[in-house]
């Protein structure tokens, strides 16, 4: 996207998931879809990273993120999950699938081919957030 301020390229930095208990939610990460901890605030506990590539995937405590002058609805399992999820793309789906419902995901659907060759699945994480597990297009 072009920064008409500058005339600059933006990318995407990061992506944050609003938490209870960020060391719970990178625990899980860790486990359920094998992502390596990067950075974690120790002395608040309150915001840490996933190393994902060139993007981190965060997570920020709900204490935190209430600082930021807006209002948000809490996410959970209790609750429809929102219109937005977060993918992963593997060469084993199956295996991922399998692997991040061992580890406490919930099974949304399981690895499905689409039409354009793609294998596709969907689990949630332990806050409710939509995780796509799939193959890579093309």
Known sequence: MLDSN??????LGYTLFYVDDVPRAMDFYARAF?????FFHA???EY????TGETRLGFVHH???STHDFVYEKMSLTKAAAAFE?????????AAFDRAVTAGAVAVSPP????????VSYVRDLNGFLVEIC???G
């Open 86 to 94: 977060i993918g992963f793309v593997t060469g084993d789906v199956p």
């Open 112 to 119: 499905k081919t689409k039409p354009w060759g793609q294998t």
């Open 34 to 38: 094998g992502l390596e901890k990067g």
């Open 6 to 11: 500058k005339g600059e390229t933006m990318k």
């Open 43 to 45: 002395e608040s506990g």
């Open 63 to 65: 204490d935190t993120a």
């Open 135 to 137: 193959s890579p297009i």
């Open 48 to 51: 840490g990273e996933m190393l």
